[in-house]
């Protein structure tokens, strides 16, 4: 008898051939958020950036990627995940090359903000189509490799910058960064259009579109996360920035107005709010923006510190991460297959690791002479590594496991939107306070080396804050789980 997720995709090989186009796919999107970090100097050399357009091309890409999510998601499941899924990739791929080939700083920002609605068109698609590929233990299995291949990906990234930016040359190297992108997409996309599913299940009723809760929704987010998206650190930042907030407030009271309305009239909503009821996928969500506040945000800081700190090329700077990526791979490996017995237990195990390791990431870059510093982060990062592998891809599965298949999609999308809001605002508060720090110790008596030591440890204590608050979420929601467990016994 042929399964539900078989029916539409074949057996067992062409599940696991199309589960790997959407998965490379997926890695190529979050490589992007972490290897132009390290591209950074070579642009502001190349085209005259400021700090404020630097912090554009890292949470502008953020902030158009998390706005895309919500209704490329929702249009997955309705309609045809493969049909989006191909739009996104296509959209990104030339959106990459105009990039590449920016003539000047505001081209460019134009052209990362495209490419981070195309990269929030896809995204959902991903994690939809695991859904439909894959059940039970399966599915943990498949999302532990995706964890792992994000693991990669992630901590990956920075090196690869620097390789593309050795080969290119400090001025113009960073074109090479998304000129990496048009072939791998070009062939990403005819084994898309020739490999996934064509077919999916879908919710009984009517089919349709929800226009004026998504663009409330997206209101909602954009007002969120711009102030900090335009938080530089520096001393020319508004403090007017922040009245975005008092927009995000009467945009939400008028989203989750809308959202009730609309579904008490018998009409599908953007977002039911009643799958925030189910406690695993309401906690699974705050762990991963807290977890993607932090992880982005210390990665970045790295490769500043080495950078403009330290004074190593972009390609060392970068290989840093490389024993992250190592360790992180294998534990998510492992971590799929051990979460259908350990659950949530394995996950704050794994953010306990995490915090052990990125202290002693601090402590090796403020501690020891600068020559050892580099050697005694990248052991560290090993350690760190060996914690995130058993916290992104058992918290996905957790996440999603009790959520309908059909929804998938949408469900998936607001953990990316969590995840990408995060991201933006761990990235803009860790680093305005290293810019700040910087700012304020270079007017005075203090040793350049001396300030970039304040100033990561400053930025670092604000990504710790927050992996002590996933701890925390985790640590709730293992004694939530408990209880049931008790009661039942």
Request: hydrophobic share 55%; net charge positive.
């Amino acid at each position: 008898m042929t399964s539900p997720c078989s029916a539409s995709t074949g057996r067992g090989g062409t599940r696991w051939q199309a589960y790997w186009v959407a998965v490379g796919v997926a890695a190529l999107t979050i490589l992007d958020l972490s290897k132009v970090n390290v591209g950074l100097p070579s642009i502001e050399k190349s085209l005259g950036a400021d700090s404020t357009s630097l912090q554009i091309i890292v949470a502008g890409y953020a902030l158009a990627f998390g706005l895309a999510l919500v209704p490329s998601g929702r249009l997955g499941d309705l309609y045809s995940r493969k049909t989006m899924f191909i739009v996104g990739l296509s959209a990104f791929t030339l959106s990459s090359a105009l990039c590449a080939l920016a003539p000047s700083i505001e081209i460019l920002l134009i052209a990362r903000i495209i490419q981070g609605v195309a990269a929030g068109i896809q995204m959902p698609q991903v994690l939809g189509l695991v859904q439909q590929l894959f059940q039970g233990e399966e599915r943990g299995r498949a999302f532990g490799i995706f964890g792992a291949t994000i693991g990669v990906a992630t901590a990956f990234g920075p090196t690869l910058g620097g390789l593309l930016i050795a080969i290119g040359g400090e001025t113009d190297g960073w074109r090479l960064l998304f000129w990496m992108n048009v072939p791998l997409g070009l062939v990403a996309l005819g084994f898309a259009i020739r490999l996934l599913p064509r077919t999916q299940a879908h919710q009984p009723g009517a089919r349709n579109l929800d226009l004026v809760g998504i663009v409330l929704l997206g209101a909602s987010v954009f007002s969120f996360m711009l102030p900090f998206v335009l938080t530089t650190g520096g001393p020319d930042d508004s403090a007017w920035r922040w009245l975005w907030l008092v927009g995000c407030a009467v945009a939400v009271v008028l989203f989750i107005w809308w959202e009730r309305r609309y579904e008490a009239s018998g009409k599908s909503p953007a977002i039911r709010f009643a799958l925030f009821r189910i406690s695993s996928y309401r906690n699974g969500l705050l762990l991963a923006a807290t977890w993607f506040a932090a992880g982005p945000a210390i990665f970045l800081l790295t490769t500043l510190y080495l950078q403009q700190g330290l004074g190593f090329a972009p390609v060392f700077a970068g290989m840093v991460s490389i024993s992250f990526a190592l360790t992180s791979a294998v534990s998510a490996l492992i971590g799929g297959r051990l979460v259908a017995r350990y659950g949530r237990s394995l996950v704050v195990l794994g953010v306990v690791v995490a915090i052990v390791g990125f202290v002693l990431v601090l402590l090796a870059a403020v501690l020891p002479p600068a020559d050892w510093s580099i050697w005694l982060m990248a052991a560290a990062m090993a350690v760190a590594g060996a914690g995130g592998g058993l916290v992104i891809s058992p918290n996905q599965t957790l996440t999603l496991a009790e959520i309908p298949v059909t929804e998938g999609g949408t469900a998936g999308s607001m953990a990316q939107v969590g995840q990408r809001v995060g991201t933006a605002v761990g990235v803009a508060a860790a680093s305005a306070l290293f810019f700040a720090t910087i700012y304020r110790e270079s007017a005075g008596p203090a040793t350049d080396l001396q300030f970039y030591h304040d100033a990561y440890r400053n930025g670092m204590f604000v990504a710790l804050g927050l992996l002590v608050v996933a701890l925390v979420i985790g640590l709730f929601d293992l004694r939530a789980r408990a209880r049931p467990a008790a009661d039942a016994a």
